[in-house]
């Protein structure tokens, strides 16, 4: 009997494999050593998996006589994984290009922030716009990052602030999800800022008191999914007694931690993160010696955004040093109202793995 697949991608230059043992990341000297195949085909099944990857010759005697949807002439090529991107901010309205003009005048994140400016800006737009709006403009952004090669986003809420906000844009991330093919892990960012009127711990405790348990009953129910938990800890925004409250929060009703540290000042945030058993932790253009050390002895991931580094005129991260210590080290284009970046691609480009 002859079984029918959906596509065959025959005789690659290269497969690249990244790992052959299954391993979940790698880090330090293995990631010199990356798995590649030379002179390969790989057969993808009707169920959309990849069924085989082999030399070419391999695999030509092993489905001889089955059937393809479809074949491709892969020769000459390089077949790759598709690119995940660790960090993005995709749900918003209100255009920002005109904080273009002020940050090549020399102003700051802080200073468009205090100018009324920034992310209050996105705020409010997002706060008025419908889903069905906020869903049209995330659906046509996804599709840009799947152009460039993406096919798992990491999408955060947290221009909202408010529950009823957040909400609304973790129902577009989950809408989404579900209609669109490409994989999202949805991360709830309340604490993305604090919102006008309130002090920092007033937020967290609306955060700790009124969303979690509000998310946690949508989860429940399966309206919402959730994965990761976020806080912007920085000077001015969340110190880190902050941070740790609304991060315990969210850990302990099973989200994964996943958040903004170490960015604009030293925080000791990859510290923190480490302690709380981080899955992650974004940004470190400031992380400590004894933060880098702490995050590769806990295993917790390094999201660098060279995109904002360079968009901010900040100092890149020391992607080379976290290697060097093997920290297991993720990239995200950052995309976000300031940030314009869809393409994975384009953050390779940026200056990021200079030594320093
Ligand atoms: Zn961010």
Redesign the pocket.
């Known amino acids: 009997m002859t079984s029918s697949h959906r596509l065959l991608l025959e005789n690659a230059q290269q497969v690249v494999l990244v790992c052959v043992r299954g391993e979940r990341f790698l880090t330090g000297s293995a990631l010199r050593s990356l798995a590649v195949l030379e002179g390969a085909s790989v057969v993808v099944g009707t169920d959309g998996l990849i069924k085989a990857v082999g030399p070419a010759a391999v695999i030509q005697s092993q489905f001889s006589g089955e059937t393809f949807e479809e074949r491709i002439d892969c020769s000459g090529k390089c077949i790759l994984p598709g690119l995940v991107d660790a960090?993005t901010?995709p749900v918003w309205a209100g255009e920002r290009v005109h904080e273009f003009a002020m940050k090549l005048a020399g102003a700051t994140y802080m200073d468009i922030h205090q100018a009324g400016g920034g992310i209050n800006f996105t705020v409010e737009h997002t706060r008025q716009a419908s889903e069905e709006e906020l869903f049209c403009s995330f659906q046509q952004r996804l599709q840009c990052m799947m152009r460039a090669g993406t096919t798992l986003v990491e999408c955060?809420s947290g221009y909202g602030l408010n529950l009823e906000t957040e909400l609304k844009m973790l129902r577009v991330i989950e809408r989404a999800r579900r209609e669109l093919h490409l994989s999202l892990s949805a991360t709830y960012c309340g604490a993305h800022s604090v919102p006008k009127g309130k002090t920092a711990v007033e937020a967290a405790d609306d955060i700790i008191n009124h969303h979690l348990p509000r998310l946690k009953e949508l989860s429940r129910n399966g309206d919402l999914h959730v994965d990761n938990i976020d806080v912007?800890c920085e000077k001015g925004v969340f110190d880190l007694d902050t941070t740790r409250r609304i991060l315990e929060g969210g850990k302990k009703m099973g989200l994964q931690i996943n958040f903004?540290g170490d960015e604009l000042h030293p925080m000791k945030a990859a510290e923190l993160g480490a302690e709380l058993g981080a899955q992650a932790i974004?940004?470190l253009e400031e992380v400590s010696d004894e933060g880098i050390a702490a995050m590769a002895a806990a295993r917790c991931s390094a999201v660098l955004?060279p995109t904002?580094a360079y968009m901010l005129r900040l100092k890149q991260p020391r992607a080379r040093k976290m290697l060097d210590e093997g920290v297991i080290v993720a990239l995200?284009s950052?995309f976000?109202p300031n940030a314009y970046c869809f393409s994975m691609m384009g953050t390779f480009d940026l200056p990021v793995w200079r030594p320093s």
Do not use: A, E, I, Y
């Open positions: 960090h901010h955060k912007f903004h974004s940004h955004l904002t995200g950052d976000n």
